[in-house]
């Protein structure tokens, strides 16, 4: 079956700093991995997403994420946190059916950036 | 249209009351998903449609909760005789495939009072 944690309820960097979001899975598949960003009242939208090619992905708005089998990982990282990164982080693995709209989430991460 | 349109955006409603939740997809996509976000259970898959193959209902969580999508396009969620645990955001996703990039709507809250 498959499962994804996510340590860390909130996260609280300044402004500049190292933003490190948590994520590790369970899967008896190779899996799909995602990041999705859910800013205030608005939906959900994808920021990178790790199919198997790169283990190393590259996202948008700066956003990168290292996929780790050993470790079972799929941390995200940005080097800077700007104050507009402010937002839920949610990581999510696919079901396993291989359809990658089919996805299991994390519990969420928020994200504060002090200025 | 430009993306993923949920109506209403917030609806309260009784306990015991049915509630249709909608769902206007991006025009072309032929993929349309449920999820509901909760407080106590995150976000969770509910349904899946794709073109005019049966749907994947393995996520409804009782026989009270069923959709359908007229069309290949719009779809409607609905709750029958709602309880207070069936409180939560509703959120549709369309893409353009299997397995192609999902686009989210802002959702629709519901409140069972």
């Known amino acids: 079956a498959q499962s994804v944690t996510q340590l860390g309820s909130h996260v609280s960097v300044s402004e500049g700093a190292l933003v490190l979001l948590r994520c590790n899975y369970s899967?008896?598949?190779?899996?799909?991995l995602f990041w999705y960003v859910q800013y205030p009242n608005q939906g959900l939208q994808l920021l990178l997403k790790?199919?198997?090619?790169?283990?190393l992905v590259k996202g948008i708005n700066g956003f990168e994420a290292e996929f780790k089998k050993s470790e079972t990982s799929f941390h995200l990282t940005k080097p800077s946190a700007h104050m507009s990164d402010a937002a839920e982080y949610f990581c999510a693995v696919t079901h396993g059916s291989g359809n990658t709209g089919k996805l299991i989430f994390g519990q969420g991460t928020t994200l504060q950036v002090k200025p | 249209g430009a993306g993923v349109s949920q109506s209403p955006s917030n609806k309260v409603t009784e306990k015991g009351k049915d509630v249709e939740l909608r769902c206007d997809p991006i025009s072309g996509h032929t993929a349309l998903y449920w999820y509901r976000q909760s407080l106590g259970q995150g976000l969770e898959f509910l349904i899946y449609f794709q073109g005019n193959s049966a749907p994947d209902k393995s996520g409804l969580p009782s026989d009270r909760f069923s959709a359908e999508r007229t069309g290949g396009s719009v779809s409607t969620l609905t709750i029958q005789r709602t309880q207070q645990e069936d409180s939560a955001v509703y959120l549709c996703?369309?893409?353009?495939?299997?397995?192609?990039?999902?686009?989210f709507g802002s959702g629709t809250q519901l409140s069972v009072l």
């Open positions: 996703a369309s893409s353009s495939g299997l397995n192609e990039k999902l686009f």
């Open positions: 790790y199919t198997s090619a790169a283990t």
């Open positions: 899967s008896s598949v190779p899996p799909y």
